[in-house]
Nanobody
């Protein structure tokens, strides 16, 4: 099972930015589709964005245009750049892996091996 570690969460004002990082000490993330999820208190975990092994990104409509997912293979890290954070964005954000597959076939149900997550808080 792939072990992932997230970092970069924190407290920002509405309209602010954060960059989350997802890395693994033991597994090469280039060999996996990597997804970012979030879970707010009292709500179900929901998928936010993923990047395929061919570096093709996908974004849910509620973050498209505000969030950017990217890989840095040299650092074995996947980032989620979050801009224009809104009051509905606070949650624990986690990353997870999915097997290699064509981008168009990826579904949120394919992901597993979540990290412990990092807290994002948006407040003025």
């Amino acid at each position: 099972q792939v072990q992932l570690v997230e970092s970069g969460g924190g407290l920002v004002q509405p309209g602010g930015s954060l960059r989350l990082s997802c890395t693994s000490a033991a597994f090469n993330l280039d060999g996996y589709t990597i997804g970012w999820f979030r879970q707010a208190p009292g709500k179900e975990r929901e998928g936010v964005s993923f990047v395929s092994t061919s570096d093709t990104p996908y974004y849910e409509p509620f973050v498209k245009g505000r969030f950017t997912i990217s890989r840095d293979s040299a650092k074995n890290t996947v980032y989620l750049q979050m801009n224009y954070l809104e009051p509905d964005d606070p949650a624990v954000y986690s990353c997870a892996t999915a097997p290699v597959m064509p981008w168009e076939l990826v579904s949120w149900a394919d992901f597993g091996s979540w990290g412990q997550g990092t807290q994002v808080t948006v407040s003025s």
